[in-house]
């Protein structure tokens, strides 16, 4: 079945770093793969997706990368400040639906 | 616009009780979906409804149903509520074809005694 695989679940950084998390999912057939972020008590919110036809999408200081053949997806944040502190969220999407990985829940460090 | 709302906002059930949950969306959505978030397991979609008139089941479908009442409303019903319910449960929205967009009611906090 569909299965998004997600790690790490926990990361820690100093602020000005650089964090990754990393996703791998099971569905060749998916189309879109969207990041979302969870600051603690408040509702999830997208904040970058890419799609199954593009390798590579950059807004400011996150980026998305995707690798079809492998079946992975990261997101890249650069120069990490305490407001990114927060639960990361990717997810596989397609016939509607969209399957969440479990989280990685990244502290940024002043 | 108030965007997704959800009610109530927290709720304490005895086992065997029932309850629903409601969602409305004042986008002019097509599509709502039911999640329920537990510690480490990210968000799990119970069931979703792509247009108005059409429910499916997602991952974790058993112990819920769902209706979708019209184009604004997907209601979420527990039938006999079990402690392993108890969870944080989110109801989202998208535009139909755009299900990678979804924007996130404020969520219900249901505990199960």
């Known amino acids: 079945g569909e299965n998004v695989e997600q790690h790490p679940s926990t990361l820690s950084v100093q602020e000005g770093d650089s964090a990754v998390i990393k996703c791998t999912y099971s569905?060749?057939?998916?189309?879109?793969f969207p990041w979302y972020k969870q600051e603690l008590g408040k509702r999830p919110q997208l904040i970058i997706d890419?799609?199954?036809?593009?390798g590579e999408k950059k807004d400011q200081r996150i980026a998305v990368t995707l690798n079809k053949t492998a079946k992975h997806f990261s997101l890249h944040i650069t120069e990490t400040q305490p407001e990114d502190s927060a639960v990361y969220f990717c997810?596989?999407?397609?016939?509607?639906?969209?399957?969440f990985g479990a989280g990685t829940r990244l502290a940024v460090h002043p | 616009n108030a965007g997704v709302t959800q009610t109530p906002k927290f709720q304490v059930l005895k086992t065997g009780q029932s309850m629903t949950l409601q969602c409305a969306q004042d986008?002019?959505?097509?599509?709502m979906y039911w999640y329920r978030q537990d510690p480490g397991m990210g968000l799990r979609l119970i069931y979703y409804?792509?247009?108005?008139?059409?429910?499916d089941k997602g991952e974790v479908p058993n112990g819920y149903n769902v209706s979708r009442l019209n184009k604004r409303e997907f209601s979420l019903r527990l039938e006999s509520a079990a402690p392993s319910q108890t969870s944080v449960y989110f109801c989202?929205?998208?535009?139909?074809?755009?299900?990678?967009?979804?924007?996130f009611g404020p969520g219900t906090r249901l505990t199960v005694t």
């Open positions: 989202a929205s998208s535009v139909l074809d755009r299900e990678y967009e979804q924007y």
């Open positions: 569905d060749s057939a998916s189309n879109y």
């Open positions: 890419i799609r199954s036809n593009v």
């Open positions: 997810a596989q999407g397609g016939y509607n639906k969209l399957i």
């Open positions: 986008m002019n959505h097509n599509s």
């Open positions: 409804s792509a247009s108005e008139g059409t429910t």
